[in-house]
């Protein structure tokens, strides 16, 4: 489906006149291709804690940020080390089509607490930005970039630029031609420009649907610049095929310019974390705040197809209540929900007493069976093996078991049925000695 054009007079240009044919300007999938070669840290609050593991790159706001920074704390990098921007002069080009996708974790949080002086009256807010911008230190001059909000509160009590919800996604362009005449952001660094300015740009959707930020979505960005035909000038995004939505150069005057050219710009990914806890003394914040970054990838033409990307293995939290099957949650949610609630913070621990204890549901159920049909319970065995071995790899797949749980029990299952391990019977097995 296509959203309204916001802010245009026309729709928004469909996909399929944008290039489908063109060249591969940059990519990173932090696995085998560029980090940290490709990025700098451009934070100049403090120094930016980005690792790289498991195929993502994450890029952290530790807690402890705040005993320097008081009651907000940034990190932040950005693309800008290639001599090769993917957008640069038209000068001598007339044209340019450039996407962007990003497939991350905006948030990883679950109902975080600031606490001052014994009180814990405050609540915790993470402001995330990527898109294309000039790098350097925290600006959004020159800069088209998605800004993405999670608070324990309503956003609006941060400001009254922000929905009532919990959680938003807002589109933005701060004039990529500097001599652009209007802009639709607030043009500064994070909740602070929000709380002064006067737009948080465009509400993805109109907020209709909301798209939880906790899981991990592909965020894409197209830009057609045409320095002949103003009509062709446009800016939109979108989130997981749900809909373009965005700018166009006849209704917004937003992208180009009477003078000058367009901006060199570069990818890049801001965080900030922050709390209405006062700045001093030091507030204590319960968690980190970290988005995991599973590839970037910016193109001049449109993919048939987007990589697939890595699974990302959670080393923490579930969701933050019981899904509703079919309604607020997936089978996978539902799972990680009940891991955590065995063993708080560590999803690894509460899957596998998870697994064990269905197990040995499952294998009381089969032994009271057998007495009742006065049958030898070790015929069960080969058969309640395989539904462990299937327990495990849903288990794996919903990321609440490690790998060696499902490999193990393939070697334990293979090896009853070729008689390596004995389960009675005089040879054991299901392949004849």
Known sequence: ?????????????????????GSQLFFDDFTSSGFPLQWSNTNIVLAADTIQSGGFGFNIVPRSFFATSGNIAASAISANVSSNPPIKSLIPESIQFIQIAY?????????????????????????????????????????????????TTSLSTISNLLPQTKQAMFLNINKPMGSATTSDSTGGAGVGAVATGTNAGILYNGGAAQIDLDAVHIFTIQIQVDLGNNANNYVRYEVDNNGWDGYQQIACSCILGPTGDIATMYPFLRDFYFTNAPASPTPTLSQSMATAIDYVLVTDYVP????????????????????QPGVSGTLTDFLQFEANSIAPGNLYAGGMLLTGIISGIV?????????????????????FTIFVLALSFLGFYASILPIWIPVMMALITFGIAFGVI????????LVPD
């Open 103 to 151: 497939r991350m974790q905006a948030f990883n949080t679950t109902q975080p607490t600031a606490t001052e002086s014994g009180s814990s009256n405050y609540w915790v807010a993470g402001d995330v930005q990527f898109g294309l911008g000039i790098g350097g230190p925290f600006t959004v001059t020159n800069a088209i970039w998605f800004e993405l909000y999670s608070a």
């Open 304 to 323: 048939s197809s987007l990589p697939l990307g890595q699974i990302l293995r959670p080393v923490g939290n579930g969701p933050a209540r019981l899904p």
């Open 1 to 21: 489906m296509f959203l309204p054009s916001a802010h245009s007079t026309t729709a928004i240009v469909l996909p399929g006149n944008a290039p489908t044919t």
């Open 363 to 383: 294998f009381g159920v089969l032994f009271g069976v057998s007495r009742r049909l006065n049958i030898n319970v070790r015929h069960y065995g080969l058969f």
């Open 422 to 429: 004995k389960t009675g019977s005089a040879s054991g097995g």
